[in-house]
């Protein structure tokens, strides 16, 4: 091998690694910046008094009742955090989800104390969906097809744009459907409408997977399926120009915003979905991606810190515009 320096020998004149020297130069070149405000807190409410219920499978993410609730809100904004999804784990559950449509059902009373305490400091947004509220766990009204008892979809639809219309009218800014029905997006979009609430965007889970990630929130909402399973109506994982359909449907039936869920699996998806789409792109970083971390931070295996916000990162730098996430808190702190 010559002895000659490798500036002599043709050694390229690009050097990457220029920008990578002086970390004050990495900060000037970086591509993509995770932001508190890219984050929005998963929060889990129920009934009763000064109820804290830390999810055994989620730590650090609890139940809570109204008034631990708005002090769970409180140290979020104090942290930056000011958007919210809302899931309600009702009193009572029968098969119609009938709880979901009260006036004073959990989350509609939940609506008006976070707004009557934080007025327009927060974003509200409500999961809207049937599976926290019927006793058996699926995410609408059941048939029976052919000898085996199913979903009906279209059954379904009329109660879910009430259930929307009901959140809007307590203080909700924006709804976001969950349950992967054909259709719902339009039956939202033609409720709200009918009720006044023209101006309310939508935020359709339009690429929502059949996944084993959500193990942890199962418990957290207590609503698994207490027969099957979800699979006949969300995605096959194995599927990825199905979502690119499912998503230009919910567009063309007035979705203002979409989704990707489980995120950290689907990163193929989201970037997909945001190359072709010109619209806002959020990504579900669901209960089981946030209890690997965890579990693994515990036992002492990763930094949590840092797996965390690379995480984070990556799902933004996917194309995510916004990311639902449990580790919203825990980044918060960490990103001042």
């Given at each position: 091998m010559s002895d000659l320096p490798l500036t002599t020998r043709g050694f390229p004149t690009v050097r990457p690694r220029r920008l990578r020297h002086h970390p004050l130069v990495r900060e000037l070149v970086r591509q993509t910046e995770l932001s508190v405000r890219d984050l929005i807190l998963p929060l889990f409410v129920r009934p009763g008094q000064n109820i804290r219920n830390e999810i055994a499978s989620m730590p650090g993410n609890y139940q809570l009742s109204l008034d631990r609730l708005v002090?769970?809100?409180?140290?979020?904004?104090?942290?930056?955090?000011?958007?919210?999804?809302?899931?309600?784990?009702?009193?009572?559950?029968?098969?119609?989800?009938?709880?979901?449509?009260?006036?004073?059902?959990?989350?509609?009373?939940?609506?008006?104390?976070?707004?009557?305490?934080?007025?327009?400091?927060?974003?509200?947004?409500?999961d809207e969906c049937f599976c926290e509220y019927t006793d058996h766990g699926h995410c609408g009204i059941l048939c029976e097809v052919g000898g085996?008892?199913?979903?009906?979809?279209?059954?379904?639809?009329?109660?879910?744009?009430?259930?929307?219309?009901?959140?809007?009218?307590?203080?909700?800014?924006?709804?976001?459907?969950?349950?992967?029905?054909?259709?719902m997006v339009q039956a939202i979009r033609q409720g709200?409408?009918?009720?006044?609430?023209?101006?309310?965007?939508?935020?359709?889970?339009?690429?929502?997977?059949?996944?084993?990630?959500?193990?942890?929130?199962?418990?957290?909402?207590?609503?698994?399926?207490?027969?099957?399973?979800?699979?006949?109506?969300?995605?096959?994982?194995?599927?990825?120009?199905?979502?690119?359909?499912?998503?230009?449907?919910?567009?063309?039936?007035?979705?203002?915003?979409?989704m990707v869920k489980p995120a950290l699996s689907y990163l193929d998806i989201i970037r997909r979905v945001k190359d072709r789409f010109p619209v806002p792109v959020a990504a579900y970083?669901?209960?089981?991606?946030?209890?690997?971390?965890?579990?693994?931070?515990?036992?002492?295996?990763?930094?949590?810190?840092?797996?965390?916000?690379?995480?984070?990162?990556?799902?933004?730098?996917?194309?995510?515009?916004?990311i639902l996430t449990y580790h919203a808190l825990d980044a918060a702190r960490w990103l001042r």
């Amino acid at each position: 091998m010559s002895d000659l320096p490798l500036t002599t020998r043709g050694f390229p004149t690009v050097r990457p690694r220029r920008l990578r020297h002086h970390p004050l130069v990495r900060e000037l070149v970086r591509q993509t910046e995770l932001s508190v405000r890219d984050l929005i807190l998963p929060l889990f409410v129920r009934p009763g008094q000064n109820i804290r219920n830390e999810i055994a499978s989620m730590p650090g993410n609890y139940q809570l009742s109204l008034d631990r609730l708005v002090d769970e809100v409180g140290a979020a904004v104090d942290l930056g955090v000011c958007a919210f999804i809302l899931f309600g784990i009702p009193g009572y559950k029968d098969a119609r989800g009938s709880s979901a449509l009260e006036e004073e059902g959990i989350v509609q009373q939940a609506l008006r104390v976070l707004r009557k305490t934080f007025g327009e400091r927060i974003l509200l947004i409500t999961d809207e969906c049937f599976c926290e509220y019927t006793d058996h766990g699926h995410c609408g009204i059941l048939c029976e097809v052919g000898g085996r008892t199913e979903l009906d979809n279209d059954a379904t639809l009329p109660l879910l744009a009430a259930q929307c219309v009901s959140h809007a009218r307590a203080g909700a800014d924006m709804v976001a459907p969950s349950g992967m029905l054909d259709g719902m997006v339009q039956a939202i979009r033609q409720g709200l409408d009918a009720a006044g609430y023209a101006w309310l965007p939508i935020l359709s889970y339009a690429a929502k997977y059949a996944s084993g990630f959500y193990g942890p929130f199962r418990d957290a909402a207590e609503s698994p399926p207490q027969f099957g399973d979800r699979s006949s109506y969300q995605m096959d994982p194995g599927n990825s120009d199905e979502a690119l359909r499912e998503v230009a449907l919910d567009l063309a039936e007035g979705a203002d915003l979409i989704m990707v869920k489980p995120a950290l699996s689907y990163l193929d998806i989201i970037r997909r979905v945001k190359d072709r789409f010109p619209v806002p792109v959020a990504a579900y970083n669901v209960s089981g991606e946030f209890a690997m971390v965890k579990a693994a931070a515990a036992n002492g295996w990763i930094d949590e810190r840092r797996v965390t916000l690379e995480i984070l990162t990556s799902i933004k730098r996917a194309g995510a515009d916004m990311i639902l996430t449990y580790h919203a808190l825990d980044a918060a702190r960490w990103l001042r």
